[in-house]
């Protein structure tokens, strides 16, 4: 997980790059999935002490000069010795200092993918990427600014009351609702349900194509089982539309996938009726 992993997809340079990892229960990862089915399906994501770990990793896509990053990790918002928020870490070995960054492009607003927008450790929150705009879907952005967002996670709302306001008072922020280009070759491609904003992130250039899940998809056992959802998936139903639409799209369009949680990349495939997933990289 803590590798580089290039690819082409035209003349776009996409990257995997790590933030890390978290280990949730099994309860929040597969709540009322009865156990031995679960673990039928846990993989290595299973861990000695009966955890369920899940990858964070983003995305960094290079055209021409120009460097777009899909999503921010956890940042500071794990503490000193959290197993997430390492993303400066990899942009550093590659090179990378967060200054150099053109385009954030958020997928949605939870702490895991928008943490690292900002630092911590001054008398408030400042934008970690000086340089860059941050662009997002606006009913994203409006349900996490809104009392719409008022029964969700304590945690998750604390992290959104102190970010968003940090990224939009520095004058960074770019609220999208259309399907235009948000860096070249890229596009969101709406998939609500984890979060009611909640989008993909489509690459395209020269007919090839990339897919990025974000949390339409979190573990691998979704893949066979798409209405299988977690305990952090606001709208379940909605969700399971998403995921099937995407898996679909990803499998008859063979783009090259990948999402936040699930390790590396690979490409979705339709077996019968059944998705499957093989890794590549
Ligand atoms: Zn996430």
């Not at 990899?90 to 949605?108: A, F």
Request: a negative charge; charged letters at 25%; proline letters at 6%.
């Amino acid at each position: 997980m803590d590798t580089q992993d290039s690819f082409l997809i035209g003349s776009i340079e996409c990257t995997v790059l790590s933030d890390g990892w978290s280990d949730y229960s099994p309860e929040a990862i597969f709540p009322g999935v009865p156990e031995e089915q679960w673990r039928r399906f846990a993989g290595s994501t299973l861990t000695e002490e009966g955890m369920i770990r899940l990858a964070y990793q983003t995305l960094l896509l290079r055209s021409g000069e120009r460097l777009a990053l899909v999503d921010a990790g956890l940042g500071d918002f794990g503490g000193p010795d959290g197993s997430a928020g390492k993303l400066p870490g990899s942009l550093e070995g590659l090179g990378i200092g967060p200054d150099d960054i053109d385009v954030v492009l958020v997928s949605h607003a939870h702490p895991d993918h928008i943490g690292g927008l900002v630092r911590l450790g001054g008398p408030a929150p400042v934008p970690a990427f000086r340089n860059a705009r941050v662009v997002m879907r606006r009913d994203e952005f409006g349900f996490w600014t809104s009392d719409a967002s008022a029964s969700m996670m304590e945690v998750m709302r604390e992290v959104t009351g102190m970010v968003l306001p940090a990224i939009d008072h520095a004058q960074l922020l770019d609220l999208v609702d259309d399907d235009r280009e948000v860096f070249p070759g890229v596009r969101f491609e709406p998939a609500p349900g984890h979060t009611p904003g909640h989008a993909a992130v489509l690459v395209s250039d020269d007919d090839q194509g990339a897919i990025y899940l974000a949390d339409a998809l979190i573990h691998t056992s979704q893949f066979e089982n798409p209405e299988w959802t977690a305990a952090f998936d606001a709208l379940p139903e909605v969700t399971v539309e998403s995921r099937r639409r995407l898996l679909e799209l990803a499998a008859s369009r063979d783009l090259t996938t990948m999402a936040f949680h699930v390790a590396g990349r690979g490409r979705v495939r339709l077996r019968g009726a059944v998705f499957g997933w093989d890794p590549e990289g």
